[in-house]
């Protein structure tokens, strides 16, 4: 595998793919160069901490990270670290560490949901198999804590609670909601663990690590987690379309039984057709994991990614995008502000 040091000719727009838009603003053409110079650290970083004298170890761990990724986090970590000094080393240690819970996150996830396929390349534990993929994963979570415990008590606290709300996401996520749980309600609080607790640990450790006023770091909790919960209501619609670079098919989830909001708010419809679409997803999935081929619900896929309950996702995905601006209120008006507000956007309103 081939060695992912970045280069300098990197940039925002081809690299890190969402980020052309999102810096758009007046003043954005030194924001982008100050972001682009960190990021580039934070990558180097990533791989040295990723570096292991164990040959087949080291091609584990650096697998994922060498298949890509948008690095979102670590860009806004950057980005709200402008708030107050910068990119100082503090910073990009935060960086780093985010991104390798994110890391060491995905390979469990993909255990957990069977998942097939990640960022284009075979899911790990379809390499290696579950136990080692598990194990993998627990080695990156163990390098976030080591990079993170270099910056204080405060960055400490960060990160565990930041971990256990991932933890606690899944479990519910796995678990399922309960006889008197509003199943609606309770996967938007698993989405805010999963998704939202580490992009808003994102906002706030750039921010706090880097000086900035302290008055903003509850609204950029607010913000990273309403932001969260968008990115996943958009990835339940994104879902129900064929990935044309990942090569991941539509309906991916719904085929693996894993819950999303279409689906659920499909089985809170009191329409017969969508009952009758509802009772059609259930019975094929059931047969799927009978093990018929999973084309056999292709019909209902399609039938779903054209339903009010799908286009009501994309509504409730923008809500979330929306009040996650509002909360950025008691920034400062300028280029970090409009970066994050175009941010928040940018990942409610993805179509692909």
Do not use: C
């Amino acid at each position: 595998m081939t060695s992912s040091s970045a280069s300098p000719e990197i940039s925002l727009a081809s690299r890190f793919g969402l980020s052309d838009r999102i810096f758009a603003g007046p003043g954005a053409k030194k924001l982008v160069s100050v972001i682009e110079k960190g990021l580039l650290e934070v990558e180097e970083s990533m791989a040295r901490e990723l570096d292991t004298a164990d040959p087949l170890v080291d091609a584990m761990a650096r697998y994922l990270f060498e298949a890509g990724g948008k690095r979102v986090r670590p860009m806004l970590v950057l980005l709200t670290a402008q708030l107050g000094g910068g990119a100082t080393p503090a910073v990009v240690d935060a960086a780093v560490a985010l991104e390798l819970m994110h890391l060491g996150s995905l390979y469990h996830d993909d255990v957990m949901d069977g998942a097939d396929r990640r960022r284009g390349v075979p899911a790990a534990h379809k390499v290696w198999g579950n136990s080692t993929a598990i194990l993998v994963g627990d080695l990156l979570l163990s390098r976030a804590s080591r990079v993170m415990g270099r910056r204080g008590d405060d960055a400490v606290e960060l990160q565990t609670e930041t971990f256990e709300r991932l933890v606690i996401g899944q479990l519910h996520e796995t678990v399922g909601a309960g006889e008197g749980d509003d199943p609606i309600a309770f996967y938007i609080q698993v989405l805010s663990d999963k998704t939202g607790s580490l992009i808003a640990a994102a906002a706030q450790a750039g921010a706090h690590l880097s000086g900035a006023d302290a008055a903003y770091r509850p609204a950029l909790r607010e913000f990273g987690e309403k932001v969260g919960v968008a990115f996943q209501l958009a990835d339940d619609v994104i879902d129900l379309s064929p990935g044309a670079d990942t090569g991941k098919v539509a309906g991916t989830d719904l085929r693996a039984g894993v819950v999303t909001m279409p689906y659920l708010l499909l089985k809170a419809s009191e329409e017969p057709a969508d009952r009758d679409l509802a009772a059609r997803i259930d019975a094929g999935v059931e047969r799927i994991r009978s093990g018929e081929d999973a084309s056999i619900i292709d019909a209902e896929i399609a039938e779903l990614r054209d339903s009010a309950a799908t286009r009501r996702t994309h509504e409730l995905a923008l809500r979330w995008s929306a009040e996650a601006v509002e909360a950025l209120s008691v920034l400062p008006r300028g280029a970090v502000r409009e970066a994050l507000t175009r941010f928040a956007r940018q990942l409610a309103d993805r179509s692909s």
